[in-house]
């Protein structure tokens, strides 16, 4: 996600600024879709463990 910012940042001196600010956002936006991914399967184990755990007692 850093480097993705960085790229938007120094779009102003590139050749093609609108190339690659596409590129870098879209970057962006999978880190953004990847870390709500894993923050759901982390949930999604701690009640899995909560539910094993609860079974065990």
């Not at 102003?12 to 923050?39: G, H, I, R």
């Amino acid at each position: 996600m850093n480097k993705a910012s960085a790229e938007i940042a120094q779009v102003a001196t590139s050749e093609d600024p609108a190339a690659d600010l596409t590129s870098s956002a879209v970057s962006l936006l999978e880190s953004k879709l990847q870390v709500e991914a894993n923050a759901k399967v982390l949930k999604t184990a701690s009640d899995t463990m909560g539910s094993i755990i609860d079974i065990k007692v």
